[in-house]
């Protein structure tokens, strides 16, 4: 079945650092892959998202491409800010299907003043 | 324009008990799906309700339940409560199921 594997955390990292997140699949088919963030005490938000190979999903600094050949599709941004704390969620649907996400476990980010 | 609301926020109940979450969905969504968060976990998917029918159903026991109303509303049930289902739930609701998903902010189960 379709699968998502992440990093464990927490990741810590002082404002302005850069920030990877590694984000690995497994899945059959071409799925669409998702990243999506959870601050403390609300739901989820979509963050970015890339429905095929080789492309890039961007948003508020945060960007992610789309690798087939590793299967991967991990998170990065520049220089984080204290208000990009929070849980990052990769995930992934099925092409040509629903768009019922199946989640990674979660990393959380802590960024220090 | 109000997002994807849920009730109550939070909730305690005993072992055995019976439990009904609710959820209104996005204004003009009329597709909503129910999460299972454990702490510490990802979303797990419980079912998804499209024209008050039930679409997909993921790996959740019988005991899990839903109902979408005309309005697009819906409540998730759950019989006969282990603690193991102590966790927040999610609901999510999108335009039609191939659309992305709007995220409500949970509803905090805690079993005794």
């Known amino acids: 079945g379709n699968s998502v594997t992440q990093m464990e955390g927490p990741v810590t990292l002082s404002e302005e650092a850069f920030l990877t997140i590694n984000c690995t699949y497994t899945a059959t088919g071409y799925p669409s892959l998702f990243w999506y963030v959870q601050y403390p005490g609300e739901g989820l938000q979509l963050l970015l998202k890339a429905t095929k190979a080789d492309d890039k999903g961007s948003n508020k600094g945060f960007e992610a491409t789309y690798r087939k050949e590793t299967t991967s599709f991990h998170l990065e941004k520049g220089s984080v800010q204290v208000s990009d704390s929070a849980v990052y969620f990769c995930?992934?649907?099925?092409?040509?299907?629903?768009?019922?996400?199946?989640f990674g476990r979660g990393t959380s980010l802590i960024v220090h003043p | 324009d109000a997002g994807v609301t849920q009730s109550p926020t939070h909730l305690i109940k005993t072992r055995g008990q019976q439990v009904t979450l609710r959820c209104s969905p996005k204004s003009g969504h009329d597709t909503v799906s129910w999460y299972q968060q454990a702490l510490g976990q990802g979303p797990q998917f419980i079912f998804q309700?499209?024209?008050?029918?039930?679409?997909q159903r993921g790996n959740f026991p019988d005991r899990f339940s839903g109902h979408q109303f005309p309005n697009y509303s819906s409540e998730l049930n759950v019989n006969a409560l282990l603690l193991g289902d102590s966790a927040l739930y999610l609901c999510?609701?999108?335009?039609?199921?191939?659309?992305?998903?709007?995220f409500g902010d949970g509803t905090r189960l805690s079993i005794l």
């Open positions: 309700y499209y024209e008050e029918e039930e679409r």
């Open positions: 995930a992934l649907s099925r092409s040509g299907g629903s768009y019922i996400p199946t």
């Open positions: 999510a609701s999108s335009l039609d199921p191939d659309q992305p998903q709007h």
